[in-house]
């Protein structure tokens, strides 16, 4: 089962899955890492400072490294609804989410790109469109532990095909940042 933690760069993706990690109870790809270190990409874009992923290449490489033995495998990545069926959608508040990326040295323009696309519920529309299942966790003021016990919940209740509650509880369109950003 491949299960999605996606949302805009700087909601808590990496660092959330990087404490999954350290459980040792699931495979994690950190997807972004993968594309660079293989080469996983058509182009280079240098105006936003980026890459443009082949998603075919990557998702045919993530199917080859999946790990069958623990039968889950979570994506870290803004692009990971592109692949999994199932994704957890996490959502920051475009003022925390400045401050962020501001700490990561990110352009004016790369900030305002992407405080764009999280009042827009860019990602979460797509993944409603493209995934089975969606659950959106809002992590401004949450802590990383809170939020970590949140996320196996949803894996749990995914293996154990047990998630009418928890799709109530995380509901796709709970979150919305759009009247912050554009007032």
Known sequence: MLIGITGTPGTGKTALTSLLEDRGQYRIIHLNELIREEKLYSEVDSQRDCVVADIDLVENRVLEIADNDKNI???????????????????????????????????????????????????????????????ELNTTEESMGRTVTSIIKIIKGLEQENTSELEERYKPGSVNWSEQFFS
């Open 73 to 135: 495998t979570i994506i870290d990545s803004h692009l990971s609804h592109h692949i999994a069926d199932y994704i957890i959608v996490l959502r920051t508040s475009p003022d925390v989410l400045r401050e962020r990326l501001a700490k990561r040295k990110y352009s004016v323009e790369k900030i305002e790109e992407n405080l764009e696309a999280e009042a827009l519920d860019i990602i979460l529309a797509e993944s409603v469109d493209w995934c089975k299942k969606v659950f």
